[in-house]
């Protein structure tokens, strides 16, 4: 957002009194007539994002994922969206991410009401690097968007200056008998089940689908195909997120046996991550357990 703000006076970012969750602190005191503090009144919020956007602005409005889509999605829905205004909306803490602030706090379908609206852009990153490139692919992208972001404690997959392309898939791992379809903090999950499933000598595709809307559905498919089946991970609601629309696909293009990691219509609670990570059965041992169970459909 600095270099953004740097090389374009256009770009805003507003903030629901969180500037020290993810550091915009600093983009107040280097461009203090870019920045805006709504307060906590993320509708409000909403609005005065859509209102810059309609004077030519390029903006980004933060606040915890819980907020940035429960509390404000109809200020999203119709004052940015559906009034062709692209607010670029960032939702922090998603999911099990939210840890000691608990169920309230726990948004297991902020992805879900996004990825309800036309023509929007949803995406759940990584790390740093990713969140850094696809920020500023976003900001030329013209279109409405909600990426959420890991706070804190995320793991390094991809090195500093490495390229994504909204909406298109990275294959991290390659394989012949599974495929595992990951992304934020389930891709280095992903990866751990991988090797797991390495040393039983069976051989798994790991992507890391960033983009789940619009789903790089060419990347799955020729997945389906080679692989024969599936299994997803996501920190979401698997009804409603990156698991169904997979199986969205892949049940009118390419049937394949489907297991879907994720929350299984469950509420939030209180704890720290690792342990949620296990009450919701988000680990590599999940995921490897998964994998084995979808290669068995596939074969029977």
């Known amino acids: 957002?600095?270099?953004?703000?740097?090389?374009?006076?256009?770009?805003?970012?507003?903030?629901?009194?969180?500037?020290?969750?993810?550091?915009?602190?600093?983009?107040?005191?280097?461009?203090?007539?870019?920045?805006?503090?709504?307060?906590?009144?993320?509708?409000?919020?909403?609005g005065v994002a859509a209102g810059l956007v309609a004077t030519g602005r390029t903006v980004f409005m933060h606040s915890f994922g819980c907020f940035a889509s429960r509390r404000a999605f109809d200020q999203a829905f119709m004052s940015a969206a559906y009034a062709k205004l692209p607010v670029h909306?960032?939702?922090?803490?998603?999911?099990?991410?939210?840890?000691?602030?608990?169920?309230?706090?726990?948004?297991?379908?902020?992805?879900?009401?996004?990825?309800?609206v036309p023509e929007a852009v949803v995406?759940?990153?990584v790390d740093y690097a990713q969140i850094n490139c696809l920020t500023k692919k976003l900001a030329a992208?013209?279109?409405?968007?909600?990426m959420r972001m890991i706070r804190k404690g995320f793991t390094t997959v991809y090195a500093d200056g490495s390229d994504f392309e909204i909406g298109k898939g990275v294959t991290l791992r390659d394989g012949k008998d599974v495929?595992?379809?990951?992304?934020?903090?389930?891709?280095?999950?992903?990866l751990k089940a991988e090797e797991q499933l390495a040393a039983k000598g069976i051989s798994a595709r790991v992507i890391d689908m960033h983009t789940w809307k619009?789903?790089?559905?060419?990347?799955?498919?020729r997945a389906a195909a080679e692989t024969g089946c599936i299994v997803t991970a996501e920190n979401h609601q698997v009804g409603t997120g990156l698991g169904s629309a997979i199986t969205n696909l892949t049940s009118t293009k390419n049937p394949v046996p489907?297991?879907?990691?994720?929350?299984?219509?469950?509420?939030?609670?209180?704890?720290p991550q690792d342990f949620l990570m296990q009450q919701y059965n988000l680990t590599a041992e999940d995921i490897a357990a998964a994998a084995l169970r979808a290669i068995a459909r596939k074969q029977g």
């Open 89 to 116: 909306v960032i939702g922090s803490d998603p999911g099990v991410c939210a840890a000691y602030n608990g169920g309230t706090h726990m948004p297991f379908e902020d992805c879900a009401l996004y990825m309800s």
């Open 141 to 146: 992208s013209g279109k409405f968007s909600y």
């Open 214 to 221: 619009p789903l790089d559905e060419e990347l799955v498919l």
């Open 1 to 46: 957002m600095l270099d953004l703000m740097e090389k374009d006076s256009k770009v805003m970012h507003v903030d629901c009194d969180l500037e020290n969750c993810i550091n915009t602190g600093k983009l107040a005191k280097a461009f203090p007539e870019q920045t805006v503090n709504a307060g906590i009144a993320e509708a409000n919020a909403m």
């Open 123 to 125: 995406i759940d990153p």
């Open 179 to 190: 495929t595992i379809i990951a992304s934020g903090i389930l891709v280095d999950e992903a």
């Open 258 to 271: 489907v297991e879907r990691i994720g929350i299984q219509n469950r509420f939030g609670q209180v704890g």
